[in-house]
Structure formats: structure tokens, C-alpha cells
T-cell receptor, first 114, second 113 residues
Framework: DVKVTQSSRYLVKRTGEKVFLECVQD?????MFWYRQDPGLGLRLIYF???????EKGDIPEGYSVSREKKERFSLILESASTNQTSMYLC?????????????FGSGTRLTVV | AQSVSQHNHHVILSEAASLELGCNYS??????LFWYVQYPGQHLQLLLK??????LVKGIKGFEAEFIKSKFSFNLRKPSVQWSDTAEYFC???????????FGTGTRLKVLA
């Protein structure tokens, strides 16, 4: 069974901390994505990567950065966590363009910034 | 502007009732349409998708959706819901060759046993 694995299910961090969210996929997918999911707002794309070391901003990149050093791993970095970044973060991957193939999602990391 | 509207935010049904969840979109060009489902405590998973051809598409677990181009709609249906269909459902629109989706805000369905 193909998988997208997010390293933490729940995280609690303090304001101002640097936070790393890790995501690994075992499907040899080219593309990886980070979304945040908030009630009433649906899913919003933060960043995506279509190749190793390549990244593109999504719709809400402010306050975030990403790293993709290996094909299977895509990290989301909150440089200085703030309370408005409390959210559910979803990692996803796709074989090619997700418009053609759809996403495979991870189980999510619920981040609370206090 | 590109957008997806899911007008029903919360739906409560009894088992065996019929389900229809609305999805309307605003998107230029040829569209690919998706429904994803998130069961409690689980990851989002693909329920069904429409790219072209027969506008009535069937997905997993007895769900189906109909693409009506003239109405810019892609409503999700199931003739008889079960308690296990309790979940959040997301409609999404995109197009071929693109990396970005436009997701709706989701509909929370609760099915009473």
C-alpha cells in the first residue's frame, strides 16, 4: 500500500520557535505538496515541489519555507512560529500533475502554537 | 476568480436516507473535478474524479457524481447512506497539466444510526 508519512501526528510549539514538519513518501512520486486545513477555509496550498531542490510558492507561503533534498522527503519549516499558524498541516504527493492523477495525502500533523 | 462553493457546511442524515452534496465552481477552461473524503481520524482520500466523457462518474463505496457543464456543478450523490459514511467531503477543481487545485471548504456529513 502506497504511503505518505508525516512524522508527527500532534505538535505543540511555543511562539517564536523554529518548527520542522517532515513528510516522506514511498511511491517515487515526482511532486510533493504542503497544505494547511482550517475549518471553514478548506485546504490551502502553502508550497509544492516538482523535483528535488525545486520549490514553488502556493497560495499562502508567507511565514513558511520548504526543503526537498531527496525525492522522497519534503519538509515544511515555520521560521518563527506564530499563533495564527495553529492548524492541521497535510502533506501530499502525486505521480505527475495532480490535475491528472490526484493526490495521495498523509494523515496530517495538528500543530498548536502557544 | 477561480473558486469552488460547497453550500452545505453541515449535513445530518439518518441511515438509508439519500445524499446529495452540492459543488459549484468558477474556473476558466477545461476542468478536471474531484471529490475527496476524510473519515474521522484518517487521511484524505480520493472518492471519485471526472476528466471527460460520461458526465456521470462512479466512485468507491457506492458514491457517484454528475458533471453538469451548463450549471458549473459536480454534485455528489449516494442513494442510501450508512453510518460509516460519516466524514468530511471536499470538492476540488483543477485542469490537466496543472499543479494547483482549488478546494471547496468542505461539507461535514453526520449519519445517525
Amino acid at each position: 500500500d502506497v504511503k505518505v508519512t508525516q512524522s508527527s501526528r500532534y505538535l505543540v510549539k511555543r511562539t517564536g520557535e523554529k518548527v520542522f514538519l517532515e513528510c516522506v513518501q514511498d511511491m517515487d512520486h515526482e511532486n510533493m505538496f504542503w497544505y494547511r486545513q482550517d475549518p471553514g477555509l478548506g485546504l490551502r496550498l502553502i508550497y509544492f515541489s516538482y523535483d528535488v531542490k525545486m520549490k514553488e510558492k502556493g497560495d499562502i507561503p508567507e511565514g513558511y519555507s520548504v526543503s526537498r533534498e531527496k525525492k522522497e522527503r519534503f519538509s515544511l519549516i515555520l521560521e518563527s512560529a506564530s499563533t495564527n499558524q495553529t492548524s492541521m498541516y497535510l502533506c501530499a504527493s502525486s505521480l505527475s500533475h495532480p490535475g491528472d492523477y490526484g493526490y495521495t495525502f498523509g494523515s496530517g500533523t495538528r500543530l498548536t502554537v502557544v | 476568480a477561480q473558486s469552488v462553493s460547497q453550500h452545505n457546511h453541515h449535513v445530518i442524515l439518518s441511515e438509508a436516507a439519500s445524499l446529495e452534496l452540492g459543488c459549484n465552481y468558477s474556473y476558466g477552461g477545461t476542468v478536471n473535478l474531484f471529490w475527496y473524503v476524510q473519515y474521522p481520524g484518517q487521511h484524505l482520500q480520493l472518492l471519485l474524479k471526472y476528466f471527460s466523457g460520461d458526465p456521470l462518474v462512479k466512485g468507491i463505496k457506492g458514491f457517484e457524481a454528475e458533471f453538469i457543464k451548463s450549471k458549473f456543478s459536480f454534485n455528489l450523490r449516494k442513494p442510501s447512506v450508512q453510518w460509516s459514511d460519516t466524514a468530511e467531503y471536499f470538492c476540488a477543481v483543477t485542469s490537466s497539466g496543472t499543479y494547483k487545485y482549488i478546494f471547496g471548504t468542505g461539507t461535514r456529513l453526520k449519519v445517525l444510526a
